[in-house]
């Protein structure tokens, strides 16, 4: 059993809290990621009685992923909070649906959260990942590659005459 299961068997009925500790070895399970590292604590309070089992996850902690702007790799602070029910069926259904929900035969030992955790932090990933300013408001993004980019910028400035007219139009 790897550290992102539980032993359904170990699971008393009532609330129960457990900790996770998210590493990048998580992510490289996974080869459509850009997640570089990680350093997050899931905090997860069960709750089980006979016929469920409610699952919130408490995720806070820091990603590494490139910034959409330099393509430097930067740390991203996130935080984000998820349910999950775990209802006890006759076969398993590890697909999710709207409500959150998902089927485990009463046989199952072992409940895995990998994929779950996987796809709620990348749910807490901003659509925008860019770095950030400074105290003087100077930008922390690799300067080359914001110089290259301005370049290209200047370059592009020609347009079609035809479109001239509408700029007009902005005014």
């Excluded at 806070?60 to 959409?68: A, E």
């Excluded at 697909?95 to 485990?104: N, R, V």
Aim: proline share 2%; aromatic share 8%; charged share 30%.
């Amino acid at each position: 059993m790897d550290k992102y299961s539980i032993l359904l068997s170990s699971l008393e009925l009532g609330q129960q809290e457990r900790q996770i500790s998210i590493k990048k070895s998580l992510f490289e399970n996974y080869s459509e990621t850009e997640i570089k590292d990680a350093n997050l604590t899931a905090n997860l309070l069960i709750y089980k009685d006979t016929r469920q089992i409610k699952i919130e996850f408490d995720i806070k902690g820091t990603l590494n992923v490139p910034c959409d702007r330099c393509l430097n790799y930067m740390d991203l602070e996130i935080s984000c909070n998820e349910e999950l029910f775990v209802e006890f069926g006759s076969e398993n259904s590890d697909l999710s649906d709207a409500d959150q929900k998902i089927i485990i035969s009463g046989s199952e030992e072992i409940l895995d959260l990998s994929k779950h955790l996987y796809d709620y932090i990348l749910l807490c990933i901003p659509y925008k990942k860019v770095h950030g300013e400074d105290d003087n408001g100077v930008s922390l993004c690799n300067s080359e590659m914001i110089d290259i980019l301005a370049g290209y910028n200047e370059t592009n400035e020609k347009t079609d005459p035809r479109w001239d007219i509408l700029k007009q139009l902005k005014n």
